[in-house]
């Protein structure tokens, strides 16, 4: 799960995502928040906030972490279809 999860971090798509979540979650234009935003640090300090952990090593051990990244991982699978599997 955390080699994943690095792997997750590293994707330019999911830091897009991250991007679209949060002008949706706060009402922001791409004015205010452009994409590219987030970089792969603030993907996994985001991801491991999410998570409940401090470290990704501790989704190999902690289920209910590992469950956490499962549906956020599944959310933006889902976004992704929705973006036509691209941005």
Same mark, same amino acid.
């Given at each position: 799960?955390?080699? #994943?999860?690095?792997?997750?971090?590293?994707?330019?798509? !999911?830091?897009?995502?991250?991007?679209?979540?949060?002008?949706?979650? !706060? +009402?922001?234009? *791409?004015?205010?928040?452009?994409?590219?935003?987030?970089? *792969?640090?603030? &993907? /996994?300090?985001?991801?491991?906030?999410?998570?409940?952990? *401090?470290? /990704?090593? *501790?989704? +190999?051990? +902690?289920?209910? &972490?590992? &469950?956490? !990244?499962?549906?956020?991982? #599944?959310? !933006?699978?889902?976004?992704?279809?929705?973006?036509?599997?691209?941005?």
């Amino acid at each position: 799960m955390a080699r #994943q999860a690095a792997m997750l971090c590293q994707d330019a798509v !999911f830091r897009l995502y991250l991007d679209h979540r949060r002008r949706h979650k !706060f +009402n922001m234009t *791409e004015h205010d928040l452009p994409d590219g935003t987030h970089d *792969e640090q603030d &993907a /996994r300090d985001w991801l491991c906030q999410a998570c409940g952990i *401090e470290s /990704r090593a *501790e989704l +190999n051990h +902690n289920q209910r &972490a590992t &469950a956490t !990244f499962l549906s956020i991982r #599944q959310r !933006f699978n889902r976004w992704k279809t929705q973006q036509g599997g691209r941005p």
